[in-house]
């Protein structure tokens, strides 16, 4: 149980267009999302946390403009690039947590994010 | 604020070794301790989770210690083998927030 997926698991997009990046809970309710970013070499850094039906909310530094979140149902989150650029090239991670131990967190696998 | 330092940075031992990685905080009021593994361009894979009631938890070849009084945890993997060349991280909750370290890149060297 407390499967979380992600898709798309890579994406190639081009300088100034917008991607979408969705995170599943399989089979439980998340009722809280995070999403994570990770530059080479680096450590996760939290971008935001999403509650479901209510707006997320941003870590200092992250632009709550660019970076979207929409937590629209207790399965589903998702986290948009708006007009991304070559350093929005990334790895974002999401978690989600609400299953039966409802303070662990449950990882994505991950979205490879590379905007050329 | 909570801080987590991992050492070493990298670690590259032959197979078949025991190891330690070793895993430093500064606020011993966390809800619980993890660890993950991170393969290359892939996503995290949990291997142990310590409560913060907990001193150590145990799965296979890996065991993991938690002391909140002094601020450290350590993963300890027996019997090394190449397929644990990956990098370790070392995760702390509070309050619903994660801390994550930088992490220990290991190889293991058949």
């Known amino acids: 149980g407390a499967v979380v997926s992600q898709h798309p698991s890579w994406v190639i997009c081009k300088s100034g267009t917008s991607v979408k990046i969705e995170c599943r809970s399989l089979d439980f309710q998340a009722t809280t999302m995070f999403w994570y970013r990770q530059f080479p070499k680096q450590s996760l850094m939290l971008m935001a946390t999403s509650n479901e039906g209510s707006k997320a909310t941003y870590e200092q530094g992250v632009e709550k403009d660019k970076f979207l979140i929409n937590h629209a149902s207790l399965t589903l989150s998702t986290l948009t690039v708006t007009s991304a650029h070559p350093e929005d090239s990334s790895f974002y991670i999401c978690s989600a947590s609400g299953g039966r131990a409802s303070n662990e967190q449950y990882f994505g696998p991950g979205t490879r994010l590379t905007v050329t | 604020k909570q801080e987590v330092t991992q050492i070493p940075a990298a670690l590259s031992v032959p197979e078949g070794e025991n190891l330690v990685l070793n895993c430093s905080f500064t606020d011993s009021a966390i809800y619980n301790l993890q660890w993950f593994r991170q393969d290359p361009g892939k996503g995290l894979t949990s291997l142990l989770l310590?409560?913060?009631?907990?001193r150590e938890q145990t799965s296979g070849r890996l065991n993991a210690s938690l002391d909140k009084s002094s601020g450290r945890s350590t993963l300890y993997i027996a019997a090394s083998q190449p397929g644990d060349s990956a990098t370790y991280l070392c995760v702390l909750q509070g309050a619903q927030k994660l801390v994550f370290g930088q992490g220990t890149r290991l190889t293991i060297n058949p």
């Open positions: 310590i409560q913060s009631s907990q």
